[in-house]
């Protein structure tokens, strides 16, 4: 079973791709992007294992970038789902004491 969430736009080369509590913060990041006529898709992880690989792969269309928000130090779901990327450039927003905003989001997002 793989549950997710995709809002995938045409063009993008970078994929925010969130899970539980960074879902929200992930969505008004990608609606401020878009808001500044930027491209950016995104997904929503809703069943973290089994590792959605078919329908993360399935999303990667032209994509060469893919954040990872994580309210973690070392990027705990990014180390367990690297071996789905080939040639994307995996980057983490990771924090803990403070949820991320949606601006941590955007400064890592590089056009």
Do not use: C
Not at 87 to 93: A, H, K, S
């Amino acid at each position: 079973m793989e549950l997710v969430k995709r809002d995938l736009e045409d063009g993008a080369k970078t994929l925010i791709l969130s899970y539980g509590i960074t879902a929200r913060t992930a969505k008004e990041a990608v609606r401020k992007i878009r808001m500044q006529g930027k491209k950016v898709s995104w997904m929503n992880i809703l069943s973290l294992f089994p590792i959605p690989e078919n329908k993360i792969k399935a999303s990667l269309n032209d994509i060469q970038r893919v954040l990872i928000p994580e309210e973690n130090l070392t990027g705990l779901y990014r180390s367990s789902i690297r071996h789905v990327f080939d040639t994307q450039e995996l980057i983490g927003v990771n924090k803990i004491g403070g949820m991320i905003t949606p601006e941590e989001i955007i400064n890592e997002v590089i056009y």
